[in-house]
């Protein structure tokens, strides 16, 4: 089993910057991808960005340039920046991590969640 534990969310003036975090822990061989996905009231749940465990990154092409994805191999944490927050970034954002199980299998898991709401 594998628990992701994210945190940094909160309520933020258009503009300024929030950082997510999410901790990934139990037992597991390996974490392959790290990502964050984003559900807006009324949306549907999209993607964010995501990191391979060599770094290489995807992002949503409307966010390139205000968020930057990262992850601490050693800490099994992936990080969100976002800068020049926006109305339109208010949302529930979820971390998602594909693992590697003991036995070979591959599974993603998915966090409960962390509020991001930017108004003034």
């Known amino acids: 089993q594998v628990q992701l534990v994210e945190s940094g969310g909160g309520l933020v003036q258009p503009g300024r910057s929030l950082r997510l975090s999410c901790v990934a822990s139990g037992r597991f061989f390996s974490i392959n991808a790290m990502g964050w996905y984003r559900q807006a009231p009324g949306a549907e749940r999209e993607l964010v960005a995501s990191?391979?465990?060599?770094?290489?990154?995807n992002y949503k092409d409307s966010l390139k340039g205000r968020f930057t994805i990262s992850r601490d191999n050693a800490k099994n944490t992936v990080y969100l920046q976002m800068n020049s927050l926006k109305p339109e970034d208010t949302a529930v954002y979820y971390c998602?991590?594909?693992?590697?199980?003991?036995?070979?299998?591959?599974?993603?898991?998915w966090g409960q969640g962390t509020q991001v709401t930017v108004s003034s």
């Open positions: 990191i391979t465990s060599s770094g290489s990154t």
């Open positions: 998602n991590v594909h693992i590697a199980t003991t036995t070979g299998r591959g599974l993603h898991y």
